[in-house]
């Protein structure tokens, strides 16, 4: 069974920080390009940091030089620093796995909420 479990999200200030966790298994996780993504209340998901098998990132430009993604092939864990959050990344994330081949299903965590307080 595959399963993508965020944690770490919540309620936090205006210019504060917050690290999102995803743990992963059920998949060989190390092959997988792994992202963040996030959707606002009556807004479309979308994404917001990628990484793939060998390390490469690539974000949102809304949020280039204040979030990173990691990820910890060991650990079957990917991360995302937010730092100097805004109360318009309020939303809830989501981690995804994407599909390593076409013919591969892609998985979805069950996202966690970050609220930031202006």
């Known amino acids: 069974q595959v399963r993508l479990v965020e944690s770490g999200g919540g309620l936090v200030q205006r210019e504060g920080s917050v690290r999102l966790s995803c743990a992963v298994s059920?998949?060989?996780?190390?092959?997988?390009?792994m992202a963040w993504y996030r959707q606002a209340a009556g807004k479309q998901r979308e994404l917001v940091a990628s990484?793939?098998?060998?390390?490469?990132?690539d974000y949102l430009d809304s949020v280039k030089g204040r979030f990173t993604i990691a990820r910890d092939n060991g650990q079957n864990t990917i991360y995302l620093q937010m730092n100097s959050l805004k109360p318009e990344d309020t939303a809830v994330y989501y981690c995804k796995a994407d599909r390593p081949t076409r013919s591969a299903p892609e998985y979805w965590g069950q996202g966690t909420q970050v609220t930031v307080s202006s």
């Open positions: 059920g998949i060989i996780f190390k092959i997988y390009p």
């Open positions: 990484i793939t098998p060998g390390g490469t990132t």
